[in-house]
């Protein structure tokens, strides 16, 4: 079973919090593909995850260096003749837009149809966004990690502006937390399961971020960061490019403390 990483950069705020990347052994619980929520804070080692499809199992690691031979899906396995790893650490990082951080396979504007070289499936937007259609809730149950899932990380004495939110498969969203909540002062937190949504919904008490609030993208757009307080227009829905060969707008971003 191979082991792939996510690295993570968490910008310094007012109020407290630290900054730092995940690059020593991370821990977390034991995920499923269909819990509804888990919590982050304990520390342990890294923890395989498999899809309830036959086509992946993977390790979810925050010190993983990735690698390891890139593969073909079976047949009879979601999303079958597309092909599965090899991508290493140092690729881990996209930017602010989807479809970004492939190390093969990232032709075009659109994410979909796009091996995984880190072999978990890119997170879910909405239905038309950059041609992810074949990633949304129909194949939510069968994700390698389990189902998206977001978890704030905020220091602890903050406001909503501060909060960033992780978005990912339940697995690598808890072995990123379970990283950060003793190594960056920040607060303990819940793993939700819910989707990034392009419109201002509330699952509980979790705010759902607006794609245009996604500071970066990582890991083959498998993994999101997002920050209230940080606005991209050009990723919105009616700013994304008809077609996979037409080239996306310029990032259009705006936030006090953030450059990139």
């Known amino acids: 079973m191979t082991s792939y990483p996510f690295n993570l950069s968490i910008f310094r705020r007012k109020g407290g919090g630290g900054g730092g990347r995940s690059g ?22 890294s923890f395989g995850v498999s899809s309830s499809s036959k086509s992946t199992s993977r390790t979810a690691s925050s010190s993983s260096r990735g690698g390891g031979s890139v593969t073909v ?13 090899g991508a290493t650490r140092d690729s881990v990082y996209g930017n602010s837009r989807i479809g970004t951080g492939y190390t093969y396979g990232g032709y075009g504007s659109f994410y979909g149809g796009r091996p995984f070289p ?23 149950g069968n994700r390698t990690g389990g189902p998206l ?19 990912g498969d339940q697995a690598s969203v808890s072995v990123v937390l379970n990283f950060l909540i003793p ?12 989707y990034i949504n392009g ?13 245009e609030q996604v500071v970066q993208y990582y890991r083959s757009s498998s993994m999101a960061l997002a920050l209230l307080s940080y606005n991209n227009s050009a990723a919105l ?16 971003r705006t936030h006090p403390s953030l450059s990139g």
């Open 149 to 167: 899932s977001t978890a704030i990380v905020q220091p602890l004495i903050s406001t909503p502006e501060d909060s960033y939110y992780l978005i």
């Open 199 to 211: 419109t201002s919904v509330f699952n509980g008490t979790a705010l759902v971020p607006h794609p």
């Open 73 to 85: 899906i079976p047949s009879g396995s979601l999303f079958a003749g597309r092909l599965s790893g």
């Open 24 to 45: 020593t052994s991370g821990g977390g619980k034991s995920a499923s593909s269909s819990p509804s929520s888990s919590k982050g804070g304990s520390k342990g080692p």
């Open 183 to 194: 190594n960056c002062g920040i607060a303990d937190a819940t793993v939700t399961n819910t």
């Open 118 to 140: 880190y072999g978990f499936y890119p997170v879910y937007i909405e239905r038309g966004y950059y041609g992810g259609d074949e990633y949304g809730p129909t194949i939510n």
């Open 237 to 252: 829905l009616s700013r994304a490019p008809a077609s996979n060969a037409s080239a996306p707008p310029p990032s259009q």
